[in-house]
């Protein structure tokens, strides 16, 4: 069964310490991979997407990368700002649904 | 550009009876999707559509849930009657080439 995996779960950092989050995928005709946003209480805003391994994608303070297994979120220096649920999904290149597999999410703290 | 608009943002309801949630989609999307978002979980996909016709709906509950998308635009998304597990966010997603877009949701409580 296809699978989405996002570790840590939850990950609390210090202002302008760097970090990672996870996401690996098991999935069989990797079409696109997305990362999204979610603040609480609204519905999740699209960061970046990418659909080969070696891709690699920036917005200020957030690189996302793509291997054939898994996706990285860095976070460099990262601001109280950036504390939110980042979700990772993917979609497959079977079928014309187009449809979003979601991992459970990285809720992310970055402390003041 | 306006995004997805949902409403109600915020629903109530006793088990057993019924509640309607309702989304716009973005001018000129003409796919659209509706997730459940359960607490400390990723969106499901419950229902796609294309223009006004069902895609997919092979994951919605269909002995308690509906959905309709007239004229290809708006959607309501129906739970009849609601149980305590259909306390979640109902999120409403319409698509641009490969990307989709989400509203604010509808955080729906059933008591």
């Known amino acids: 069964e296809d699978q989405v995996t996002q570790s840590p779960e939850a990950l609390r950092l210090q202002e302008g310490e760097s970090s990672s989050l996870n996401c690996s995928y098991t999935?069989?005709?990797?079409?696109?991979l997305f990362w999204y946003r979610q603040d609480p209480g609204k519905g999740p805003e699209f960061l970046f997407t990418?659909?080969?391994a070696g891709e690699e994608k920036e917005k200020e303070r957030l690189k996302a990368t793509l291997t054939k297994k898994e996706s990285f979120l860095h976070i460099t220096a990262p601001k109280p700002e950036d504390s939110a649920t980042y979700l990772c999904?993917?979609?497959?290149?079977?079928?014309?649904?187009?449809?979003?597999?979601f991992g459970s999410g990285t809720q992310l703290t970055v402390l003041p | 550009e306006a995004g997805v608009a949902q409403s109600p943002r915020y629903k109530i309801i006793e088990k057993r009876q019924s509640v309607a949630f309702w989304c716009n989609p973005i001018?000129?999307?003409?796919?659209l999707y509706w997730y459940q978002q359960i607490l400390g979980q990723g969106p499901k996909l419950l229902i796609q559509?294309?223009?006004?016709?069902?895609?997919?709906d092979s994951q919605l509950p269909k002995d308690r849930f509906s959905a309709e998308r007239l004229k290809g635009v708006d959607s309501t998304l129906k739970i009849q009657p609601a149980k305590l597990e259909d306390s979640a966010v109902y999120l409403c997603?319409?698509?641009?080439?490969?990307?989709?877009?989400f509203g604010p949701g509808t955080r729906l409580t059933v008591l």
């Open positions: 997603a319409s698509r641009w080439t490969d990307t989709q877009y």
């Open positions: 999935v069989s005709g990797l079409r696109g």
């Open positions: 999904a993917v979609t497959f290149s079977s079928g014309s649904a187009r449809q979003l597999t």
């Open positions: 990418l659909y080969s």
């Open positions: 001018s000129g999307h003409a796919t």
């Open positions: 559509f294309q223009n006004n016709g069902v895609v997919d």
